[in-house]
């Protein structure tokens, strides 16, 4: 129930605020102003709220906001038009009553949040509020890193860094849908037993075994086709040893540090491709497309329960910080979620 306080100007809204850089418990619940749409906005009434890492990267000063985005976390979220822009509503053939999931670049950690209409997508049919805002952050990430910048094609092979992750089993579940064979590493037996369930052909525990050395076993010495990493640092190393010829390689992030050292001959030999992006910092108009492409390429596998949401935990919203400390334990498999 939301506190029906005054400001001067505006009803007040609960959020979780980052009451200072560090452990999960500077995240504290707070009250700020209801949130006003502006042209081509709409005004959200949220019921959950997606974690990611990103999150966890803005709480400990190592992910700084863009400019004009809200310094609250949170960059997907599940819930109600209440308001907006009416004439960029219709454009995108919303209403107000709608049921949608937004990927935000900030201020999903609230009973309100604004999102530009473009990345707004319906809730899928037969889904949960819960499982729509698992969705925004890492289908986004997935389809413009892996298909996008990749180009992973069907009938080639996707090496998945963290399969068990958010990210990973998401990709797991969108490439095989669209024909790819999927490798995946995980930091257990459980979790690889989980991306196996999930359709991952292959499923390597990196604390036992070399990945690199399993790939080529795998691939009968050829190599992967695409690697999407979450790692960086002393991985690209050997990612570079396991890429097939013309082989991509996407870099979503650094977990394992920012600097790396490779033999820069197999890249030139193999014909390889070394990239990477952040989402967060991109234009309305990029992630409008891709949210275009998802809705036309995606969502029906989804509506057809091809590919269906991860949820491994579930907290209210004031438990915030027991969902970042969850997330940072690494014990996850899928994706975390506040409820309001």
Known sequence: MRRRLKSSRHIIMRVIEITA????????????????PAAGEVLIRVSASGVNRPDVLQRTGNYPVPPGASDIPGLEVAGVIVAGDAQAMAAA????????????????????????????????EGLSDIEAASLPETFFTVWSNVFERAYLQA???????????GIGVTAIQVAKALGATVLVTAGSDEKCAACLALGADHAINYKTDDFAAEV???TSGQGVNVILDMVGGSYVAREVECLAEDGRLVIIAVQGGVKAEFNAGLVLRKRLTITGSTLRP?????????????????????????????????????DAARAHALMESNQHIGKIVLTW
């Open 155 to 165: 009938g080639e092979t996707l090496l998945i860094q963290g399969g068990s992750s």
């Open 93 to 124: 053939g919303f209403n107000i009553g709608d049921r949608v999931c937004a990927l935000v670049a900030g201020g999903g950690y609230a009973e309100l949040c604004v999102a530009p209409v473009g990345q707004c997508l319906p809730v899928p």
């Open 216 to 218: 080529k076993k795998l």
């Open 282 to 318: 991109r234009s309305l108009a990029f992630k409008a497309s891709i949210a275009s492409t998802l809705k036309k390429t995606v969502w029906p596998l989804i509506a057809s329960e091809a590919i269906k949401p991860v949820i491994h935990s579930t907290f209210a919203a004031p």
């Open 21 to 36: 850089f560090g452990a999960p418990d500077v995240l504290q619940p707070g009250v700020r102003p209801d949130p006003v």
